[in-house]
C-alpha cells in the first residue's frame, strides 16, 4: 500500500519532487511520447495457446498425483503411509523417467533433421516443452511440398 501511494509513473505528478530535481530527468519528468505497436493478439494466442493447454494439463496431474495417488493406495489397496509413500514415489519417479527420454528422443530428432518443429532452426522453439514439439516433430515442413 505504501507502494502505491508514493510512487508514480510520472515523476512531475508527484507531490514531494522539486523542479530542480524535474529538470534533471529526461522530458522534465514529463511522460514520454511514445507510439506503442499494437499487441498481435491473434498470433500471439496461437502461438501460446498449446503451450497453455500442456501447462494446465500438467499442473492438474500433478495435483492429482500429488493429493489422491497417496490415499488411493491407502484406502484401496490398505498401505500404511510408509508403503504409500513409496508406490508414489515410483509413479512420479517413473515420470521423470518418461520426462528425460522425451526430452532426449526430441533433441535427437531435431539433431538428426536440423529442423524444429515450425521449420525454423534457432528460432526460440526450444523454449516450448519437448512433448509439444515431440508429435509434430515427424510431420513434414509446412512451407515443403511433400
Known amino acids: 500500500m505504501i507502494w502505491l501511494w508514493h510512487f508514480r509513473d510520472v515523476p512531475a505528478e508527484h507531490p514531494a519532487i522539486t523542479r530542480a530535481e524535474l529538470d534533471t530527468l529526461p522530458n522534465q519528468g514529463a511522460p514520454a511520447k511514445i507510439s506503442r505497436p499494437q499487441v498481435p493478439w491473434r498470433a500471439l494466442t496461437t502461438r501460446m495457446a498449446p503451450v497453455t493447454i500442456v501447462y494446465f494439463c500438467y499442473g492438474w496431474t500433478l495435483w492429482l498425483y500429488l493429493t489422491w495417488l497417496p490415499s488411493y493406495f491407502l484406502h484401496e489397496y490398505q498401505f500404511d503411509l510408509r508403503k504409500s509413500a513409496l508406490f ?35 528460432r526460440g522453439d526450444d523454449r516450448l516443452p519437448r512433448l509439444v514439439r515431440l508429435p509434430r516433430a515427424g510431420l513434414p515442413h509446412p512451407r515443403s511440398r511433400c
Open 88 to 122: 508414489t514415489s515410483a509413479v512420479f519417479f517413473a515420470g521423470v523417467v518418461g520426462d528425460y527420454l522425451g526430452g532426449e528422443i526430441s533433441d535427437r530428432i531435431l539433431h538428426r533433421t536440423g529442423d524444429s518443429a515450425e521449420g525454423a532452426p534457432q
